[in-house]
């Protein structure tokens, strides 16, 4: 028990480090800034109480504005996430693996499944989070730019994550 | 209960993430400025709206009570409008040119406006008028009363806010007239028949008076001034002795049809008693 949680605690502590150091200063294009933080709660197993995603996604994105000065944005765009991942985890999942207890990863899942997973979340995430930060819908066009670039850059360092936690674990 | 319990258990997750989002929210607005303006804006403009709707409904309700308040007011209106339409008929009666004749006449006298509250005057009967002007008005015994279809009598007895008038129709009655343009003048009498027609009598044989003149006060009575209309010539006929003309006049008033009447207030007519009778003297 021991063993799985502490390893997810330290990769939510690191994601968050890394947030705020680093890619907080990203704007590739003056639009895509990546967040990574979802991952955390995509990698919480099949399974998992969803009060248990709800209260993780609120203290992250609490965590998260605390640190990059955004307050209430990713609080309230990652409680919103907590709600609706294990639906799209449902959804996107092998129908084999639904049974039993399992780890949401490319190894579960396989890439194509992971990544509609993880795509459709980081979506729904950046979504929220550019509307609670714009709060307007002045400039749509530029609202879609940043959201759409920002869930591919997204998902892009989730994807390399990943890679790197499963080479890491089989190695 | 237990089905309660159950329900609130199995969602649970959904309560708290209602609160959460709620946190994150109210977090959302209280610490970012333009989000919270935005939020405030949005939130005063619906509330606005909802009580702009509310009192459009309420007003809708109050319609009848509205309605009723109108209606009472409307009637408060008429009846002023037909108090001030009375007012404005005897301030602006003036319209036949008879009428207009006798204020030309009348200019530099002053009207005392009166109304008839009784009316005794009838064919074949001794009849008075009432006036609802007495003592306190002003109104003082053998002043002339006149109306807009010429001269209607004499104030005979005053009371202290009525006062009795014998009209020119009243066998005792005795006005001094002439023929308008010739100065022949001759004393007006009523022969206690048609309300309508009276009697010039002592008009001299060689006054060539027609059907048709008019006759109008001469003035020497001192009750009227001179030149106020009284009728018109009807016939021609020898008086009873013989000596002169009898004159029937249509009169210019209709008593039966008598209400705003103007009392001719002379207040010199003591000087002009005195002055007669200071002449009289010194022949």
Redesign the interface.
């Given at each position: 028990m021991f063993n799985v949680i502490l390893p997810r605690i330290l990769w939510i502590l690191g994601l968050i480090l890394a947030q705020t150091l680093v890619f907080n200063h990203i704007h590739l294009i003056g639009y895509a800034t990546p967040m990574p933080y979802v991952y955390a709660l995509i990698m919480l197993p099949h399974g998992t109480?969803?009060?248990i995603?709800?209260?993780l996604?609120?203290a992250l994105?609490?965590v998260v504005?605390t640190l990059s000065n955004t307050?209430?944005?990713a609080?309230?765009a990652l409680?919103?996430v907590?709600?609706v991942t294990p639906l799209l985890l449902r959804a996107f999942a092998p129908d084999d693996k639904l049974e039993e207890e399992f780890t949401p990863s490319i190894r579960t899942m396989q890439w194509s499944g992971f990544l509609k997973f993880a795509i459709a979340v980081t979506f729904i995430h950046t979504m929220v989070f550019f509307l609670?930060e714009t709060?307007?819908l002045f400039d749509p066009l530029r609202l879609l730019i940043e959201v759409v670039s920002s869930t591919a850059l997204t998902v892009i360092f989730m994807a390399t994550f990943e890679k790197l936690r499963n080479t890491s674990r089989s190695a | 209960m237990q089905i309660l319990l159950d329900f609130l258990r199995r969602y649970n997750y959904l309560f708290l993430f209602i609160l959460l989002e709620g946190i994150s929210l109210t977090l959302l607005f209280q610490f970012n400025n333009y989000q919270g303006s935005v939020w405030n804006t949005a939130a005063n403009e619906s509330a606005a709206k909802a009580n702009e709707t509310y009192a459009s409904l309420e007003a809708y309700f109050k319609l009848g009570d509205i309605n009723a308040l109108l209606t009472t007011e409307n009637t408060k209106l008429q009846q002023e409008n037909a108090v001030l339409r009375a007012a404005l008929d005897s301030a602006t009666h003036d319209t036949t040119f008879t009428e207009r004749k006798v204020r030309q006449e009348l200019a530099g006298f002053q009207l005392l406006p009166a109304r008839v509250v009784s009316n005794g005057v009838r064919r074949g009967h001794d009849g008075y008028l009432v006036i609802n002007r007495g003592r306190k008005d002003g109104v003082r015994p053998e002043m002339g009363v006149v109306g807009g279809g010429g001269v209607i009598g004499i104030v005979y007895l005053v009371g202290e806010n009525y006062a009795l008038i014998i009209p020119v129709t009243h066998t005792k009655s005795s006005i001094s007239c002439r023929v308008r343009g010739k100065n022949y003048f001759g004393y007006l009498q009523w022969d206690g028949g048609s309300t309508r027609m009276a009697q010039l009598d002592d008009v001299p044989r060689y006054a060539k008076t027609r059907a048709g003149n008019v006759i109008e006060t001469s003035g020497y009575s001192s009750v009227f001034p001179p030149g106020i209309f009284v009728g018109r010539v009807h016939k021609v006929s020898n008086s009873s002795d013989g000596q002169s003309y009898r004159l029937d006049i249509v009169l210019g008033t209709d008593f039966a049809n008598l209400r705003d009447v103007n009392v001719v207030v002379t207040p010199y007519k003591a000087e002009i008693r005195q002055l007669q009778e200071k002449a009289d003297s010194l022949q």
């Open positions: 109480s969803r009060w995603y709800v209260v996604g609120f994105g609490l504005d307050v209430g944005a609080a309230g409680t919103l907590g709600l609670l709060f307007s | -």
